[in-house]
């Protein structure tokens, strides 16, 4: 993101602090997560063509070595791209997205996309939310009988972005169930590239929306839509959490530049949202062991 010379009328900080005092103290019931932070794409596009298409278990095992070689730089790169880190392997950008015209295996890709340790993330935070959900105006009153009433919950609802897989409703339905039961929240599950969400989405489910986690923080923030909604004021008060990572066409900036960009994104982002980074720690992949039992659950099924 750019440095932007962004300039306020009185009464736009007016209206942008009333719906900070109106946000105070609130825990958020519909979520919206980006798919990618939980499961590495990338590496479920490459262990599938590995496995699946070339069906060369030796070169996996090579990959594997080599992916535990560079996972710690792999982990904690700055920029939207896999480029160096797998091109002895003849897997680059380009590569990806060729392979990723092939939608016949896109449940492929999901499954064997390793999953990172960002699901814990979201248990404690929905752990948190659950706890804080006590205050009357966290229930509402449904309707038993005459002048009889009983106090309802309001749900937790979970919105996935799968974007760009096109995944099966079998295995949509399976994992929305897992994680429906697992973490006592409603499931929904998107489709769509966040920079291309429109009115349409925003009166349908996106103004829903409390707190955002974020794989690409530009494609959020510089959509038409975000672009329209946030200066309005939208947006304050919610939660935006974001991966720190930029497009790949920024990467020959330097580290200081780097980070004094993050710096320009918070405080650019303080204006209209609750920002936080989410730190790489995060987001690690699960313990290689985890990718290699993963890994072989997928090479048994295709034995069958």
């Excluded at 295995?171 to 929240?185: A, T």
């Excluded at 949202?273 to 690690?284: A, D, L, P, V």
């Amino acid at each position: 993101m750019q440095e932007e010379k962004i300039k306020h009328s009185n009464e736009e900080i007016n209206k942008l602090n009333e719906k900070i005092l109106e946000a105070n103290l609130f825990t958020p019931d519909h979520v919206y997560i980006d798919m990618t932070l939980l499961k590495d794409y990338n590496l479920g596009i490459i262990f599938t063509d590995i496995l699946l298409n070339k069906k060369d278990y030796s070169l996996f095992e090579k990959f594997q070595s080599h992916l535990l070689k560079v996972i710690f730089d792999y982990q904690k790169r700055k920029f939207e791209t896999i480029e160096p880190f797998f091109e002895e392997f003849g897997y680059n950008d380009e590569v990806i997205s060729e392979l990723l015209k092939r939608t016949d295996l896109h449940d492929s890709y999901f499954l064997m996309a390793p999953s990172t340790n960002f699901l814990k993330q979201l248990a404690i935070s929905t752990i948190v939310n659950r706890n804080h959900s006590a205050p009357a105006h966290k229930y509402t009153k449904k309707y038993v009988a005459e002048k009889q009433y009983v106090l309802e919950p309001v749900s937790i609802t979970y919105y996935f972005n799968i974007y760009p897989l096109q995944v099966s409703n079998r295995i949509l339905e399976s994992v929305g169930k897992e994680i429906g039961e697992s973490f006592g929240v409603d499931v929904e599950f998107v489709n769509k590239n966040c920079f291309e969400f429109d009115d349409i989405d925003w009166k349908k489910w996106v103004h829903k929306i409390q707190c955002y986690y974020l794989d690409s923080i530009g494609s959020f923030t510089g959509s038409p839509l975000m672009l329209k909604k946030m200066p309005e004021g939208e947006t304050v008060g919610k939660h935006i959490f974001a991966r720190k990572r930029w497009p790949k066409e920024s990467r020959n900036i330097s580290d200081e530049e780097f980070e004094t960009q993050l710096q320009i994104t918070m405080v650019h982002l303080h204006w209209f949202s609750e920002f936080e980074w989410i730190m790489n720690k995060q987001i690690e992949l699960e313990k290689s062991k985890d990718i290699v039992d993963d890994s072989d659950k997928v090479k048994e099924s295709n034995h069958e």
